[in-house]
């Protein structure tokens, strides 16, 4: 259970086009999803939380109008690179709360996959 | 939010060498910690978590971990490690509100056969 998954998870685009990748959880709902960045060899930066039915929470020094997210639905997030540039080339991971569970378990972050963007 | 330091970016072990990688976090009240495992090309998994009472935790896979208050530290030990412990292990400290993670940078564990 608690699966998580992301598409795609490799991308290339070329710079200045816009690039949309999925989060989804598979097994649970999820009002709750967070999306990371991930440099080579250094560890995941929290890029904004993303909230069912309202609009994400940006951490300080992440381009809200970049880095659109959007939640609709309590199993999918979307994180579209708009403008993509070779500095957005990096590992983008997406994480998920169960909705379903509560107390210290809700704290718990089930992992995806992960999307690999490269922008030429 | 907190800050969680690794201090090893890479250890090399032999195999049925004993395994301890250090964290430490920065004072923040009350303190949940986890221990994250990345095996090569796969995602993130959770190894195992403090959250109150027994400082001792036992993870998955053999793992476990000292809560030791007093060192604001979370080191993760296993006694014999095996080649199929060859992955990138992250220390993460959750925020207070309890919404984020803040994460470590990572140690890379190699295991030789």
């Known amino acids: 259970g608690a699966v998580v998954s992301q598409h795609p998870s490799w991308v290339i685009c070329k710079s200045g086009t816009s690039v949309k990748i999925e989060c989804r959880s598979l097994?649970?709902?999820?009002?709750?999803m967070f999306w990371y960045r991930q440099f080579p060899k250094q560890s995941l930066m929290l890029m904004a939380t993303?909230?069912?039915?309202?609009?994400?929470?940006?951490e300080q020094g992440v381009e809200k109008d970049k880095f659109l997210i959007n939640h609709a639905s309590l199993t999918l997030s979307t994180l579209t690179v708009t403008s993509a540039h070779p500095e957005d080339s990096s590992f983008y991971i997406c994480?998920?709360?169960?909705?379903?569970?509560?107390?210290?378990?809700?704290?718990?972050?089930?992992f995806g996959p992960g999307t690999r963007l490269t922008v030429t | 939010a907190q800050s969680v330091s690794q201090h090893n970016h890479h250890v090399i072990l032999s195999e049925a060498a004993s395994l301890e990688l250090g964290c430490n976090y920065s004072?923040?009240?009350?303190?949940?910690l986890f221990w994250y495992v990345q095996y090569p090309g796969q995602h993130l998994q959770l190894l195992l978590k403090?959250?109150?009472?027994?400082?001792l935790v036992k993870g998955i896979k053999g793992f476990e971990a000292e809560f030791i208050k007093s060192k604001f530290s979370f080191n993760l030990r296993k006694p014999s490690v095996q080649w199929s412990d060859t992955a990138e292990y992250f220390c993460?400290?959750?925020?207070?509100?309890?919404?984020?993670?803040?994460f470590g940078k990572g140690t890379m564990l190699l295991v030789s056969p």
């Open positions: 993303s909230n069912e039915g309202s609009k994400a929470t940006y």
């Open positions: 097994d649970f709902q999820a009002t709750t």
């Open positions: 004072y923040g009240g009350t303190v949940n």
């Open positions: 403090y959250f109150s009472g027994d400082p």
């Open positions: 993460a400290v959750l925020n207070s509100g309890y919404s984020t993670l803040t």
């Open positions: 994480s998920a709360r169960d909705a379903g569970t509560s107390g210290r378990f809700s704290y718990e972050q089930y």
